[in-house]
């Protein structure tokens, strides 16, 4: 351990001796590191909360969808890049039959578009209006207070009745009690029942102004996109999520004239599924990560070998004497090799501590909660560690070549 410490304190007696130099280095270090702690503090908290959020929302539940890809997908319009044109549309006869096994508790059904919605002299352009069966409360948690949601008779009846979010009121009402007031969609006058409270989550302060009707009261009055109706499915108390999903899927495939070996035209989603295409998202956002703070580990590298060369320039003499009294070329290759990885492990660990404090503060007064993973923290300090290594290797090989009567000699 003795020529780890030694080379531990000439390092720490070079930062003292060359401030401005050290500081350059350690500053482009410190940028990497601290880039590295923000966005991975952000990005766990962010999936932290969305992994709670799937938590609190009908756990057991599963989704049944015309077409599913997780990650990001592009399509230009193409056969070859639209794949959900393959697949037909989740018909309402497929969501009857569903509702019917013995293994399914309910099926609630949504579909979605954006309409005018307008009270008195007030109108709202493009809300998000969405088409919804009775039990969509137990499907997307929260709470309807003040008022209530729309019953199973008015959800049969195509009632034209509206739950509407507090977005929505705020900027309808204004203060007014919205309770049996009546606003129209799409040109279509219906009564306000409720006010919907959605769960609370880091994305509940960003939801969009909201209204949501009856299944059969949309299809009925309001122009959407035809073919893209989801189904939420809830498996029976006494029925395994995984048998009622492969009892859903032998009834679609039945009524769809699938052969055994013909692939499913739908798909069926658990949350964790859904979980999984959102960390595939939140993927791309680490590789963004890993992009910046190269940049500034990159800085910082150049920074070591600068810095490094100017110091094997100053000590020739030294090395001389060192070689000159039996140390071997590891021996010197060694020592110049952890004063580099000690530059740029404290620059890592200023970075560090910066970082930590910004996300500290961006949990405190934002809505994003930000934590440090463990991870996040080997990674900088190893990140930091391999830069000094890495970069300080060619000064430290030619420290580590020098002919020792050469050095000796050197003025």
Same mark, same amino acid.
């Given at each position: 351990m003795t020529p780890l410490f030694e080379g531990v304190g000439i390092a720490l007696a070079s930062l003292r001796a060359s401030k401005g130099r050290a500081a350059l280095t350690i500053l482009g270090v410190a940028?990497?590191?601290?880039?590295?702690?923000?966005i991975a503090?952000?990005?766990s908290g962010i999936n932290r909360s969305v992994s709670n959020l799937f938590e609190q929302i009908a756990p057991r539940t599963f989704l049944?969808?015309?077409?599913?890809?997780?990650g990001v997908t592009i399509s230009d319009g193409s056969d070859e890049t639209s794949p959900w044109r393959r697949n037909p549309p989740i018909?309402?006869?497929?969501?009857?039959?569903?509702s019917a096994l013995p293994s399914v508790r309910y099926v609630t059904r949504r579909e979605e578009s954006s309409a005018r919605v307008d009270v008195a002299a007030r109108a709202l352009e493009s809300v998000n209006v969405a088409g919804l069966s009775h039990q969509w409360i137990e499907v997307n948690g929260g709470d309807v207070y003040p008022g209530r949601s729309f019953t199973r008779m008015e959800d049969l009846a195509n009632s034209r009745v509206a739950v509407i979010n507090k977005k929505l009121e705020a900027q309808l009402f204004q203060g007014r009690d919205p309770i049996g007031q009546t606003i129209k969609i799409a040109?279509?006058?219906?009564?306000?029942?409720?006010?919907?409270?959605?769960?609370?989550?880091?994305?509940?302060g960003a939801t969009p102004p909201f209204a949501g009707i009856p299944h059969g009261a949309f299809v009925k009055y309001v122009p959407y996109l035809k073919g893209w109706m989801r189904l939420a499915v809830a498996p029976a108390t006494t029925v395994s999520q995984q048998q009622a999903m492969e009892e859903v899927s032998a009834a679609l495939r039945s009524m769809r004239h699938l052969k055994p070996r013909q692939e499913n035209t739908f798909s069926i989603i658990t949350q964790d599924k859904l979980l999984d295409s959102w960390n595939q998202v939140t993927g791309v956002f680490f590789l963004v990560m890993i992009a910046l703070s190269s940049i500034g580990l990159m800085v910082g590298g150049v920074g070591v070998v600068a810095?490094?060369?100017?110091?094997?320039?100053?000590?020739?003499?030294e090395i001389g004497v060192r070689k000159a009294l039996g140390a071997t070329k590891?021996?010197?290759?060694?020592?110049?090799?952890?004063? #580099? @990885?000690?530059?740029t492990l404290v620059g890592g660990a200023i970075g560090m501590l910066v970082g930590g404090a910004v996300a500290w503060l961006l949990s405190r007064v934002t809505p994003i909660p930000a934590y440090v993973p463990v991870w996040s923290v080997v990674v900088a300090l190893a990140a930091s560690a391999l830069t000094g290594i890495g970069f300080g290797l060619y000064p430290a090989?030619? #420290? @580590?070549r020098l002919d020792p009567v050469e050095a000796l000699r050197y003025e």
């Open positions: 940028i990497g590191v601290m880039v590295v702690m923000i503090s952000m990005i049944v969808w015309r077409f599913f890809q997780a018909s309402e006869a497929e969501a009857d039959r569903i040109g279509v006058p219906f009564e306000v029942i409720g006010v919907y409270t959605p769960p609370p989550s880091l994305f509940s810095i490094m060369m100017i110091s094997v320039t100053e000590r020739t003499r590891s021996a010197i290759l060694w020592q110049f090799l952890v004063e #580099a @990885a000690t530059l090989n030619r #420290a @580590a």
